[in-house]
């Protein structure tokens, strides 16, 4: 991960010692935000000052992922998640990055954590994530990605308003005695009014994607819900494991096309409009506020992944994207931070976001093949 400048007018990649963009002539000399990279890798981004973010409020079962930002700290600060030494924003120990600012989040829990990250071309991080554990009434994990749409206004408040919301919905539900299904209705309803609340006339409507999962501790069945193009993955963690597959279907442009076989899906995804949505949380689609609900029973280990399309832009075949990072299961954060670092590699040209949820080998439980029940829940 290396730092990259980047035009304030029109994200050009700009040379370290540049004066003026080579592409558009803004001057870039000053007013760009961040230092100049440090040689430590990784670097942080911002010398922002810390901002943890909204908490949410949770029951005493509910566990919060430990949020931490990248950015320089005191090095007397301790690492957030083990309490060990912290060196240029990075756990000594383990590795976890250290508050910040949002340009590169990560979260943990138990067993699974989130990345994200503002990519190499956009100004700000306009994607969000929360991540929560519980264990009433059952440990389980639950977790929300969202990707603002930038042409929106304050697509980044859409996202954290929806994460945060839906996120701790899904667990008050699921501690009152909600079914997976009906809690995730419930949080995708829930998260689609906060946004749609966000809106100061329906002509400036901020707006994003959502996608969440709840996923059983145990193993078990797992139930996905989302709107718009942000995605879920099943990825095998073993030969024996139920295939690795995609759990969602996006709501835009090109599912359209490849729907009605206009066009392949390599043509579609090449296309101008590929990434034209066709619903989304905001006061301006009503229709996205029902969203989809699939339930899916994957015999494991595995993992379950949500992300942004600013990784699986990259890695669109699940097959691909379980080769990105082997052995998520094991260790979610490596495999987290490991997909961030490839889409980074592979050009950062969008915010991107994953969370990775490990799910446990047959020894702990075994399951059925994958079972899709997609389709509109309202
Ligand atoms: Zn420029
Ligand atoms: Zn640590």
Same mark, same amino acid.
């Given at each position: 991960?290396?730092?990259?400048?980047?035009?304030?007018?029109?994200?050009?990649?700009?040379?370290?010692?540049?004066?003026?963009?080579?592409?558009?002539?803004?001057?870039?000399?000053?007013?760009?935000?961040?230092?100049?990279?440090?040689?430590?890798?990784?670097?942080?981004?911002?010398?922002?000052?810390?901002?943890?973010?909204?908490?949410?409020?949770?029951?005493?079962?509910?566990?919060a992922g430990t949020?931490?930002?990248?950015?320089?700290?005191?090095?007397?600060?301790?690492?957030?998640?083990?309490?060990?030494?912290?060196?240029?924003?990075?756990?000594?120990?383990?590795?976890?990055?250290?508050?910040?600012?949002?340009?590169?989040?990560?979260v943990r829990a138990?067993?699974?954590?989130?990345?994200?990250?503002?990519?190499?071309?956009?100004?700000?991080?306009?994607?969000?994530?929360?991540v929560?554990?519980?264990?009433?009434?059952?440990?389980?994990?639950?977790?929300?990605?969202?990707?603002?749409?930038?042409?929106?206004?304050?697509? @980044?408040? #859409? %996202?954290?308003?929806?994460?945060?919301?839906? +996120?701790? =919905?899904? $667990? !008050? &539900?699921? *501690?009152?005695?909600? /079914?997976?299904?009906?809690?995730?209705?419930?949080?995708?309803?829930?998260?689609?009014?906060?946004?749609?609340?966000?809106?100061?006339? @329906?002509? #400036? %409507?901020?707006?994003?994607?959502?996608?969440? +999962?709840? =996923?059983? $501790? !145990? &193993?078990? *069945?797992?139930?996905? /819900?989302?709107?718009?193009?942000?995605?879920?993955?099943?990825?095998?963690?073993?030969?024996?494991?139920?295939?690795?597959?995609?759990?969602?279907?996006?709501?835009?442009?090109?599912?359209?096309?490849? +729907?009605?076989?206009?066009?392949?899906?390599?043509?579609?995804?090449?296309?101008?409009?590929?990434?034209?949505?066709?619903?989304?949380?905001?006061?301006?689609?009503?229709?996205?506020?029902?969203?989809?609900?699939?339930?899916?029973?994957?015999?494991?280990?595995?993992?379950?992944?949500?992300?942004?399309?600013?990784?699986?832009?990259?890695?669109?075949?699940?097959?691909?994207?379980?080769?990105?990072?082997?052995?998520?299961?094991?260790?979610?954060?490596?495999?987290?931070?490991?997909?961030?670092?490839?889409?980074?590699?592979?050009?950062?040209?969008?915010?991107?976001?994953?969370?990775?949820?490990?799910?446990?080998?047959?020894?702990?439980?075994?399951?059925?093949?994958?079972?899709?029940?997609?389709?509109?829940?309202?």
């Amino acid at each position: 991960m290396t730092m990259v400048r980047t035009c304030p007018s029109c994200e050009e990649r700009v040379a370290t010692g540049d004066v003026y963009c080579e592409r558009c002539g803004h001057r870039v000399a000053a007013g760009l935000a961040g230092p100049p990279a440090p040689p430590a890798v990784p670097a942080p981004r911002d010398a922002a000052a810390a901002d943890r973010g909204a908490g949410t409020d949770q029951g005493e079962s509910t566990t919060a992922g430990t949020e931490v930002h990248t950015g320089p700290m005191p090095a007397v600060d301790p690492c957030t998640w083990c309490g060990a030494a912290v060196s240029a924003g990075y756990c000594n120990e383990c590795g976890m990055s250290q508050p910040g600012d949002r340009d590169h989040v990560e979260v943990r829990a138990e067993t699974a954590a989130g990345v994200s990250d503002r990519g190499l071309r956009h100004h700000r991080n306009e994607d969000a994530m929360a991540v929560l554990t519980s264990d009433d009434p059952a440990p389980v994990v639950v977790a929300v990605v969202c990707d603002g749409v930038s042409t929106s206004p304050h697509p @980044e408040e #859409a %996202a954290h308003v929806a994460a945060e919301t839906g +996120a701790a =919905v899904l $667990a !008050d &539900g699921l *501690a009152a005695g909600s /079914g997976p299904r009906e809690a995730t209705e419930a949080a995708l309803a829930q998260a689609a009014s906060a946004v749609a609340e966000l809106a100061e006339t @329906e002509q #400036a %409507a901020p707006a994003c994607t959502y996608v969440s +999962a709840v =996923v059983p $501790a !145990d &193993g078990g *069945a797992i139930t996905v /819900g989302w709107v718009g193009d942000s995605r879920a993955y099943w990825l095998a963690g073993s030969p024996s494991a139920t295939p690795s597959a995609v759990l969602t279907r996006d709501d835009s442009w090109s599912e359209a096309m490849v +729907a009605m076989r206009v066009m392949t899906p390599a043509e579609a995804r090449a296309s101008a409009y590929a990434h034209a949505l066709t619903a989304w949380l905001g006061a301006d689609n009503a229709a996205g506020a029902s969203g989809h609900v699939a339930t899916v029973t994957p015999a494991g280990p595995g993992a379950l992944v949500l992300c942004t399309d600013g990784l699986w832009n990259y890695f669109p075949d699940p097959g691909a994207l379980c080769a990105a990072a082997p052995g998520a299961a094991a260790d979610p954060l490596g495999a987290a931070q490991a997909y961030v670092r490839r889409a980074l590699d592979a050009g950062g040209r969008d915010n991107i976001t994953v969370v990775v949820i490990a799910v446990p080998g047959p020894q702990d439980g075994p399951g059925d093949d994958v079972r899709g029940s997609g389709g509109n829940a309202g």
